[in-house]
């Protein structure tokens, strides 16, 4: 399974993103996939994770009421709106995928893209 993530850029605090996970598998419904970043310097953090069916989802505590993560199986996307964007959520962002349950846990996902960078400026 290869992994495309886009839609990063550099926004003023207070504002919004959208990033996109596009994916090669033709099932992706099959497949749990979440959104990690790593801040400058930092260890990799756990953004959002969403079943394969779109049922249930998990979100880090830093992110909770701010970033909704979606995914549309029919065009083998997946999704996460981020909005009152703060300096501190400043990091490369990574979409990730594994078969079975969603998991908070990076070991948990096989599949990872290269990354999209998201800068927020004060």
């Known amino acids: 399974v290869q992994l495309q993530a886009s839609g990063g850029g550099l926004v003023q605090a207070g504002g919004s993103l959208r990033l996109s996970c596009a994916s090669s598998a033709r099932t992706l419904s099959s497949y749990a996939v979440a959104w990690f970043r790593q801040p400058p310097g930092k260890e990799r953090e756990f953004v959002a994770a969403i079943s394969g069916s779109g049922d249930s989802s998990q979100y880090g505590d830093s992110v909770k009421g701010r970033f909704t993560i979606a995914r549309d199986n029919a065009k083998n996307s997946v999704y996460l709106q981020m909005d009152g964007l703060k300096p501190e959520d400043t990091a490369l962002y990574y979409c990730?995928?594994?078969?079975?349950?969603?998991?908070?846990?990076?070991?948990?996902?096989?599949?990872w893209g290269q990354g999209t960078q998201v800068t927020v400026s004060s």
């Open positions: 990730a995928a594994r078969q079975g349950a969603r998991s908070s846990r990076y070991s948990a996902y096989g599949y």
